[in-house]
């Protein structure tokens, strides 16, 4: 039996008090908190083998250089990837993509088109914009319709044989959609273009297969997944990230340096520049170990009651009202009080301990969409209970009470 308040004892922070209330933590879409076993890792590197990696000849060098190195094949192994070359570590998700969309601008011309979808994070549009100022490429967008779902004959539309690159999130941060990933790489892969996929919101719910999925490029970060801030993963295909010149250039990424020329180092090392977040990198495979060992197909299941439970709940809340009611989503609730500003909501349910997100959350097309200025965000993981759903509904009613 899945057990949340068991699993609840491995988070120390969950033990909190906020203005003097227990703490009941529903931001997890921003970030997810950290287990005990993780920090541990943490506090292991930093306490018996703090040194920097590769090409050390002393001990602490080379247990680091071990211990990271496994960290990406851990990721290699959870997300199915051919190779562990294939899998980039990052600063995060954002880092990810604006790697590949800097190596696209050497590839695209002024024909192309370039597709990203109407539910995306602001990381995921911002670096395509800025590719198509510089390449002159054209950038299309899938549309949404008010369920949030996306409108997959009007993609069939947008793809041409000048598509070159389909860009889309697999869980909208937002609303909590769960998008067609399969069919939209399908379909792309038919005109000849590839598809990066954000994974950020995913990574958490679902345990995305490389190879199943056949997909060109996918991102993450650790602390979607209960793991540390500023680390993340980017999956290429080994010849896509041949193609790719490097980013960043500096130490690590090079084979031989000569005032006349430079040679760069084979995958992963061609695009990982300078000393990386070592500590990051080796607590990340922690923190996917951890998850698995809870195990994804339960934390599925539970996840899903929760949403169920807390949607029925929030529903009986007149004036309420749910922004994202995909029949395919996962455990956020975006939702707004009539005639009351978001932002006060939040701001109320934080003296009373809740911490839940308000505003636009980084994705304005989607608030622009609706005619709205933001939302409130409920995300709940594994670890929520459905008493702290109550303690949301009821905080909920009180601040529309107060505000009204």
Same mark, same amino acid.
């Given at each position: 039996?899945?057990?949340a308040e068991k699993i609840r004892q491995d988070f120390p922070i969950l033990q909190r008090q906020v203005n003097g209330?227990?703490?009941v933590y529903l931001d997890n879409a921003a970030t997810s908190q950290t287990p005990q076993q993780v920090i541990d $890792? =943490? $506090?292991?590197?930093?306490s018996n083998y703090n040194a920097n990696i590769h090409r050390g000849v002393h001990t602490l060098s080379q247990e680091a250089t071990d211990k990271y190195e496994a960290g990406r094949h851990t990721i290699q192994k959870h997300?199915?990837?051919?190779h562990a070359h294939e899998i980039i570590m990052t600063a995060g998700t954002t880092h990810g993509i604006n790697l590949v969309a800097n190596g696209f601008s050497s590839l695209l011309k002024k024909e192309d088109e =370039? =597709? $990203?979808?109407?539910?995306e994070h602001h990381s995921n549009i911002v670096p395509w914009q800025m590719l198509c100022e510089k390449t002159g490429a054209t950038l299309k967008v899938i549309p949404m319709n008010m369920a949030g779902e996306l409108i997959m004959d009007d993609y069939d539309t947008l793809l041409s044989k000048n598509t070159k690159l389909v860009f889309v999130n697999h869980i909208s941060n937002a609303l909590g959609t769960i998008n067609p990933i399969e069919e939209i790489i399908t379909k792309a892969h038919q005109v000849g273009a590839a598809v990066l996929v954000d994974g950020a919101q995913a990574c958490p719910h679902i345990k995305a297969d490389m190879q199943a999925l056949d997909v060109d490029f996918y991102v993450a970060s650790a602390h979607?997944? *209960?793991?540390?801030?500023g680390v993340g993963f980017l999956y290429g295909k080994e010849d896509w990230l041949n193609k790719l010149p490097p980013y960043q250039g500096g130490g690590e990424m090079i084979a031989e340096v000569t005032f006349e020329k430079t040679t760069y180092a084979d995958l992963p090392h061609k695009f990982e520049a300078g000393?990386?977040? =070592?500590?990051?990198g080796i607590a990340f495979g922690a923190a996917i170990d951890y998850m698995n060992n809870i195990g994804f197909d339960a934390i599925a299941k539970y996840e899903h009651e929760l949403l169920e439970y807390a949607t029925a709940e929030l529903l009986k809340i007149e004036g309420l009202k749910i922004y994202g009611t995909a029949k395919n989503k996962t455990s956020v609730i975006s939702f707004n009080l009539e005639g009351i500003h978001p932002y006060d909501i939040g701001t109320l349910l934080d003296k009373m301990g809740i911490a839940v997100r308000t505003g636009?959350? *980084?994705?304005?097309p989607i608030m622009n969409f609706y005619n709205i200025p933001g939302t409130v965000r409920a995300s709940f993981a594994f670890y929520n209970t459905k008493a702290e759903v109550d303690a949301l509904v009821t905080g909920v009613k009180k601040a529309q009470m107060m505000l009204a």
């Open positions: 039996m899945f057990n209330k227990p703490l $890792v =943490i $506090v292991d590197y930093y997300f199915n990837a051919k =370039i =597709i $990203v979808s109407a539910l979607k997944m *209960c793991g540390p801030t000393t990386p977040n =070592i500590c990051g636009h959350h *980084c994705a304005q």
